[in-house]
């Protein structure tokens, strides 16, 4: 870390302290990253202020303006290659300026909110000019798209990027040059696809886990670690000389790995410890999986916050805990020395957005990006979720089908019309059990 970034951490750790003398720093936290307490699937959230007099709310208020203020220096540069994208006046993202393989300058956006654009794309620059915009290329695998203008833009430098640590502070850029989010960095780069997630194909009893290791509940069949010779009983004591004492240290390490990676398990059965040289599958090649029904997940996603339709599969991402509301994907996030780390790309859950680093921007901007016809044949709707899933065997409640269908709605014009269709034949199929009964 350079003696200026760390001068800003610094600055910014003060900060934090004064905020924890006051007994209310997750409060602060909570409004300096714009967390809304609003319902989500019939569940009210707290009010974070509800506990507060005016006094106390005053002091917040004042507390998380000076968290902002604090990561200004690190957006400053990046804010000039920032602008806001619009539909009809209307903004649905952010982008950022960068060079095509042509080394022409476009702004780089997300495409699945502009996919179906039905009305005119315009950009607005840190000047508050706006001009008009079309998408010329697509990265579908990435849902990014680069637009061209005739605005005049400075491209932000994706050679001076940065890597950051876990737990490293980030600062998501605005045209204007303020913050528009902050967090931490909560996991390192990896891909979301299935296929590209290591399997190891162990249920682990973590309520009995400790220094001694973890107990193995059940080993899959035909999976990675059957193969190796790993049975039910076995406790798992390090992976490649990592101990094993819970659920965090397995996640990082199988996070960071790929299908087909070699790891060493060693592994105590009754009073004898062995090891186990296991080749790791892929979790797409598994049918045994236990997997969150998507209508669950997708009701986990939303409590609390509003999130992006096309929020996975992605091949390579940053997960941070960063609060971002869905149109501030785009946009450049900045470490404390005003390195671009990516741009964000998603907002999942309450609890992750997801980052497309400035390394896998590079390599995708190293191609040519595809045409809009060919992108659309590919993906010709952004789906819900990016996931290939079995179809629901059937519908049994056609009115909790249509509350489900309500909360799909977004800011994409051609995707409502296709929901309301939706919601039409199932209040006509209510109205049809209703005349039944």
Excluded: C
Excluded at 14 to 29: E, G, Q, R
Excluded at 181 to 187: K, L, N
Aim: hydrophobic letters at 40%.
């Amino acid at each position: 870390m350079s003696s200026k970034s760390a001068h800003k951490l610094i600055t910014f750790t003060s900060i934090i302290v004064n905020m924890t003398k006051t007994k209310i720093t997750a409060l602060a936290l909570l409004t300096a990253t714009s967390l809304s307490a609003e319902a989500q699937d019939g569940i009210r959230m707290p009010d974070p202020y509800g506990q507060l007099n005016k006094r106390e709310k005053t002091r917040l208020k004042t507390q998380a303006s000076n968290l902002f203020n604090a990561l200004e220096p690190a957006v400053k540069k990046a804010s000039a290659s920032t602008v806001s994208v619009s539909i009809m006046g209307r903004r649905v993202a952010f982008g950022t300026a960068v060079r095509n393989k042509q080394a022409n300058v476009a702004v780089l956006t997300k495409w699945s909110e502009v996919s179906n654009a039905r009305g005119a794309v315009s950009i607005t620059t840190v000047d508050g000019k706006s001009y008009l915009a079309k998408v010329t290329g697509v990265y579908p695998e990435h849902d990014l798209a680069l637009l061209t203008s005739d605005a005049p833009l400075k491209p932000i430098d994706l050679t001076k990027g940065s890597k950051p640590e876990l737990g490293s502070f980030l600062a998501l850029a605005r045209p204007d040059g303020k913050v528009e989010g902050f967090g931490v960095v909560s996991v390192q780069s990896r891909s979301l696809r299935e296929k590209d997630k290591a399997y190891l194909g162990v249920m682990m009893d973590f309520s009995k886990a400790g220094k001694g290791g973890v107990p193995l509940m059940r080993v899959m069949p035909d999976s990675a670690a059957m193969k190796a010779g790993l049975r039910n009983g076995d406790v798992v004591v390090s992976v490649d000389q990592t101990p094993i004492v819970g659920a965090m240290e397995m996640r990082n390490i199988l996070q960071r790995l790929v299908p087909g990676s070699e790891i060493i398990v060693r592994f105590r059965r009754g009073e004898e410890e062995k090891n186990a040289t296991v080749k790791l599958g892929s979790r797409a090649d598994n049918a045994n999986i236990q997997r969150v029904p998507r209508a669950r997940m997708e009701r986990m996603q939303r409590m609390g916050t509003s999130i992006n339709r096309v929020r996975s599969d992605f091949p390579s991402v940053v997960q941070s805990d960063m609060a971002i509301d869905p149109n501030d994907v785009g946009a450049p996030v900045l470490d404390l020395d005003g390195k671009i780390v990516g741009i964000t790309i998603a907002r999942s859950s309450r609890i992750k957005t997801f980052i497309t680093p400035t390394d896998t921007l590079q390599r995708m901007l190293a191609f040519d990006a595809n045409s809009v016809a060919q992108a659309m044949k590919v993906h010709p709707k952004p789906s819900a979720q990016n996931v290939t899933e079995k179809p629901s065997a059937g519908i049994d409640d056609p009115a909790a089908e249509v509350r489900r269908l309500l909360g799909d709605i977004d800011t994409n014009d051609e995707h409502n019309l296709d929901v309301l269709r939706k919601v039409e034949e199932q209040l006509r199929k209510l109205k049809r059990d209703e005349s039944e009964r």
